[in-house]
Each structure stands twice: as C-alpha cells, then as structure tokens.
C-alpha cells in the first residue's frame, strides 16, 4: 500500500485556489507513501455547464480507483434550483460516510493573542437528521397561508456508528496524547466524549440517538471503560463552547447541531479559513475543509490554504498514515505560531503561495 490514489474535487470558487495547495504540500512530503492524484469534476458550475453537479464519472472512478479525496467547496445557491443537489452531500451519502471529523484546536501566535485554548474534535453524524432533506409546503385551508414541513430522521444504526468512531476517537486522541510530554500535552484528564442532543424537547429523536450513543460505552466497558461519557443539550453547549471551549475532547452531535456547532467552534480558532474536516466512512475518506466557496474571495490569491491543507492530513490520518499527517500538522502550526505569514482573515497580508511556501519550509 506505498502507493495512495487520491481523487481532487476542487468544485468551486476558492476550492480550486486551496486544493491545488493542498495537493503541493502532499507532494512535498518525504518518506511517506507516493501519491498519484486524479482531477475530478463536480460543482454548481459544473452543473451550470452540464445538468450535473455530480457526474457519475466522478463517482466510478473514486469508488474504483482511489484509496481517498479531497474535496474544495460547492457554490450551493440558497434558493431552490430546478435539478441540481449538492454534490458534497451525495457524495457522503454515495460513499457512505457516516461521520463528519472536524478537530478544532488552538494554535498559540502572537497573531491572535486573545486566542482561547482550546483541542476538541467534533464528530457530526452525517447521514441523517433534518438533512435528508424530506420538506413540504402546502397551504394551510383555514388562514390561507403557507405551511413548510421537515422530516427528521434518526435511526438507531447511525448513531450507533456515530458513537462508535466517538469513542473510538477518544481512545486514539488519548493515545496520540501519550507521545508527547505531560506539560506539552493539553488535556490532562481522562477522554471524554460530550454527547450533544435536546432530548428533553425532542425525546423521540434525539431521545433515540441520546440512548444509542451511551449504549456504545455502556455496552462495551471492556474497551470504552477508560472513556469518560457526559451530556449537554445543544444549545447550553453552545454556551459552554463560548465560555469554556478547552473543558471539552471529543463531542458527538447529530447531523443538523454537529454542522452549527462545528462552524461555531472555528470562530474559536481564528477563521473558518483554518478548520478542516474528514468525512469518513468504514472503506473511504474525503477530506474537505469546513469551509465554503467564499465567493467573495475567490480568484484572488488570498485564500487561507491551512483548512485544506489540514484536511489532507486528517485525510492521510484516516487512511492510516498517522506520521505523515503529524507532520503536516506540525508545520502549519510553526507557521501560525511564527504568525508572519498570515492570509487577510487571520488579519495578515499573505497570499495563499506565501502560506504554502511557508509551510514547505517548515516540513
Ligand atoms: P464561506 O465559508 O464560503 O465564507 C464565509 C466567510 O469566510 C467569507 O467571508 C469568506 O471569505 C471567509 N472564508 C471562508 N473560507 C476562507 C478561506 N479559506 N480563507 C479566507 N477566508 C475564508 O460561507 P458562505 O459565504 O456562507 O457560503 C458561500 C458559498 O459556499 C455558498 O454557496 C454556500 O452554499 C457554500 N458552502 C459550501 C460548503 C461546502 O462545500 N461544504 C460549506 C459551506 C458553504
Ligand atoms: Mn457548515
């Protein structure tokens, strides 16, 4: 397995000025796996030239070809467009995969002294929730104005799997922690995974993935014994992760709340520009920053490459080449910590080539 394919699915706007940056920093990396990579199509322009967003080419040759992907970002309309889906959200249901990986950590830099501490890995159930996207409208008879339902889905073998690479997690985090030298380590205490859910509202749904989640633990003390295991309904968690972000490890939440407190979590860090994700199911990978297609942004030069960047080494993480992505992450971390060499949203000057070339040099 020296040899790892990886699919590029730049997509739209920035994603094709971060991808590319990514894929040099891959490159750059010495006594690892060789890599090949194959460009592929998907998109809202690739949709607006083609009736597609997602060819099924696309799809053929990550299933049959590629050990893992990158992907950049979609430019999903906010209104309705007759025929088109996001390519991102069938890719993940395509290739089954079931969890959105998100770590959100500081990095200390004089470039943002205010910086709260702070390590945590969200695992965002990815699947479901109100994102399968079952909406409605009608007319209500008696007032004679519109009426919009959602469906909501959980299911017991989601959350289960969700839970799963919770724990899982936790325990690999924990391990991961081991190497380094007590004072140089953040966390301090036992893993934790924080459940996130409103089932004190919602006691069916999230009452289902509430109990399904504790079961992982519950029913395999063996293994999950040493992790500890606390709850905290979504919105006293957003609290919380504003408050007190580093009282948290690893947070399990559904779909819908995983996305929303994700997204929160980066304004702890900096910028969307440096949080990536992996979605990862149990025979592929595709990492994708969290980030859009910042169309304000895009085309000139200035995109923050660290989320993408990050997100190939949790794509290399996830595909089990753990060294490799430790250094990947190593690097851009020196680089914030030297906090020179900053794209405008972490309030430098640099374009995205500069950071690159910065964290080569750091590698
Ligand atoms: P966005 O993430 O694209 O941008 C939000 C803000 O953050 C913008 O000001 C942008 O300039 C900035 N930003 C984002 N990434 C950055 C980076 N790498 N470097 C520097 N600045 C960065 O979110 P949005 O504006 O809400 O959405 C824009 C488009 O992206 C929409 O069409 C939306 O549907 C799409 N989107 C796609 C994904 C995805 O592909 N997974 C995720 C979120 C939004
Ligand atoms: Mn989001």
């Not at 006293?236 to 007190?244: D, P």
């Not at 995109?303 to 080449?321: K, Q, T, Y």
Request: proline share 6%.
């Amino acid at each position: 397995p020296s040899t790892v394919k990886i699919g590029l699915i730049p997509a739209d706007g920035i994603g094709r000025e971060v991808i590319p940056a990514a894929r040099t920093v891959l490159e750059s990396l010495s006594d690892g796996p060789k890599f090949e990579f194959v460009n592929l199509d998907a998109g809202f322009e690739y949709f607006q030239k083609t009736g597609t967003a997602l060819p099924q080419e696309t799809l053929d040759v990550l299933k049959n070809e590629c050990n893992g992907a990158l992907f950049g970002a979609v430019s999903s309309p906010s209104h309705k467009v007759a025929g088109y889906s996001s390519p991102i959200v069938a890719l993940r249901k395509k290739l089954d995969l079931y969890a959105n990986v998100r770590p959100v950590a500081s990095v200390k830099s004089p470039a943002f002294p205010d910086q709260r501490e702070l390590d945590m890995l969200i695992i965002r159930e990815n699947t479901e929730c109100l994102y399968i996207k079952s909406e409605r409208q009608e007319v209500d008879p008696e007032t004679g104005l519109k009426v919009a339902w959602a469906d909501r889905k959980i299911t017991e073998y989601a959350s289960k799997r969700a839970g799963t690479m919770a724990f899982n997690m936790a325990l690999t985090r924990q391990k991961l922690r081991e190497q380094k030298p007590l004072e140089k380590r953040f966390w301090k205490q036992n893993p934790r995974v924080t459940i996130v859910h409103k089932s004190n509202v919602m006691s069916v749904t999230d009452g289902l993935w509430r109990e399904t989640v504790r079961a992982v633990k519950e029913q395999n003390p063996d293994k999950y014994g040493g992790v500890d295991m606390e709850e905290q309904l979504v919105d006293s968690m957003v609290y919380r992760m504003f408050r007190e972000p580093e009282a948290f490890d690893v947070v399990v939440a559904p779909n819908l709340y995983g996305d929303i407190i994700s997204d929160g979590a980066a304004a702890l860090v900096g910028s969307l520009g440096v949080v990536p994700s992996a979605n990862v199911g149990d025979d592929f990978v595709v990492g994708e920053p969290v980030h859009g297609s910042a169309p304000d942004i895009a085309g000139k030069g200035i995109a923050n490459p660290i989320a993408a960047i990050r997100s190939a080494g949790l794509l290399l993480e996830h595909l089990g080449h753990t060294q490799q992505a430790l250094k990947m992450y190593d690097a851009v971390d020196a680089v914030l910590a030297e906090g020179k060499i900053l794209t405008p949203d972490l309030g430098g000057k640099s374009t995205t080539t500069d950071v690159v070339n910065a964290v080569l040099k750091n590698l």
